[in-house]
C-alpha cells in the first residue's frame, strides 16, 4: 500500500521496494485559458491526461455557464471566484469522477435524467493510486492507449492531502434534462443534445448561431473509453453516426485540445471504421 506523506508518496516498486516520490505541493491547482465566443477554458495542471477533464466557462447576458468541474480535490469556485461573477449554471457532461468533483459547490446544477441518481449521495472514495484499483480497470485504461503513471496526480493541493481518499459530497441535480431540452443565458441558447455510449446520460450542448458544440467524453481527440462498466457500444455507434453529419465549427471536448468541424466527422468515422 503507497504511504501518505505531507507531498510525498511512497510508491512500491516491481521488486518490492518502494520509492520515495516528492510530490510538490501546488502554488496554484486550475490554469485557465481565455478562447474566442466568450468561452473560457480551465483545467486541472497536475492531474495525468486521462482524468483531466476540461472544465469551460460560457459567458452569457443574463447567466453564464459552467461545464463540468473537474476531480474536486480543490475548489473550483474559489479558485475562479473572478470570473464566476453573476448567476452561473453549472452542468455536468456526464457524472464521471473527474467531471463532478466540484459540482456541489454550484448551487444551480443540471445533468442528463439518465444519470441522475449518481449525484444524490456522495460519490464512492476513489484512490488516486494506481495500485488502489483494479487490475481490470487499469488495463482497460491501458488497452484504450493512455499510460497510467503510479500515482494519477503530478503534484498535491495542500499539504495535507491525502492521495487515497477522494470523495466528492452529495450534489443532487436541480434541473434535470433530456434530448432537445434548451439552457437560455439570456443572448445565447444551448440545446441539449443526448450522446449516450461513454456513460448512459452523456450529453453535448449545441450552439445552433455559432456551431460551437460541447461534447463531454462522447468525443473528444485523443482514446475514447467505450468499455467502461456503465459504457455502450451500440449506443455510442448511433452518437457517432449522429456526430459524423452535426454541422460544427468548433468543438470544446471533455478532454485534449479543441478541434473543428472536419476533425470532428474524422474521429466519428474513425470510431465508427473500429466498431460499427
Ligand atoms: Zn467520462
Redesign the pocket.
Known amino acids: 500500500m503507497p504511504q501518505h506523506g505531507r507531498g510525498h508518496v511512497w510508491i512500491p516498486w516491481e521488486w518490492g521496494y518502494a520509492v520515495r516520490m516528492p510530490l510538490q505541493i501546488a502554488s496554484r491547482w486550475f490554469n485557465f485559458e481565455r478562447l474566442a465566443d466568450g468561452v473560457t477554458r480551465i483545467w486541472e495542471p497536475h492531474v495525468i491526461r486521462v482524468m483531466q477533464c476540461n472544465i469551460w466557462h460560457v459567458h452569457g447576458r443574463t447567466r453564464d455557464l459552467l461545464i463540468d468541474t473537474g476531480l474536486g480535490v480543490a475548489s473550483l469556485s474559489e479558485a475562479a471566484a473572478d470570473i464566476f461573477g453573476k448567476a452561473l449554471t453549472a452542468v455536468a457532461t456526464?457524472t464521471?469522477v473527474?467531471?463532478v468533483g466540484s459540482l456541489h459547490e454550484f448551487a444551480d446544477r443540471i445533468v442528463h435524467a439518465d444519470e441522475a441518481h449518481k449525484l444524490t449521495s456522495a460519490s464512492e472514495n476513489f484512490s488516486m493510486m494506481r495500485d488502489d484499483h483494479s487490475v481490470e480497470f487499469i488495463a482497460g485504461l491501458e488497452r484504450a492507449g493512455y499510460e497510467v503513471d503510479p500515482c494519477f496526480l503530478t503534484a498535491v493541493p495542500h499539504a495535507d492531502f491525502n492521495l487515497q481518499q477522494l470523495s466528492c459530497p452529495p450534489a443532487p441535480a436541480t434541473r434535470l434534462v433530456r434530448e432537445g431540452d434548451v439552457i437560455d443565458l439570456g443572448d445565447r441558447v444551448f440545446e441539449v443534445l443526448h450522446l449516450p455510449g461513454?456513460?448512459p446520460g452523456s450529453l453535448g450542448l449545441w450552439e445552433a448561431k455559432t456551431g460551437i458544440l460541447f461534447s463531454g467524453?462522447a468525443i473528444y481527440d485523443g482514446p475514447l473509453?467505450d468499455e467502461?462498466p456503465d459504457s455502450d457500444i451500440p449506443a455510442y455507434i448511433s452518437t457517432m453516426r449522429r456526430l459524423e453529419n452535426l454541422r460544427a465549427r468548433i468543438v470544446h471536448a471533455?478532454h485534449d485540445p479543441s478541434f473543428d468541424g472536419s476533425r470532428l466527422r474524422q474521429l466519428a468515422r474513425e470510431y465508427l471504421m473500429r466498431r460499427a
Do not use: A, K, P, Y
Open positions: 456526464h464521471h473527474d467531471h461513454h456513460s467524453d473509453l467502461l471533455g
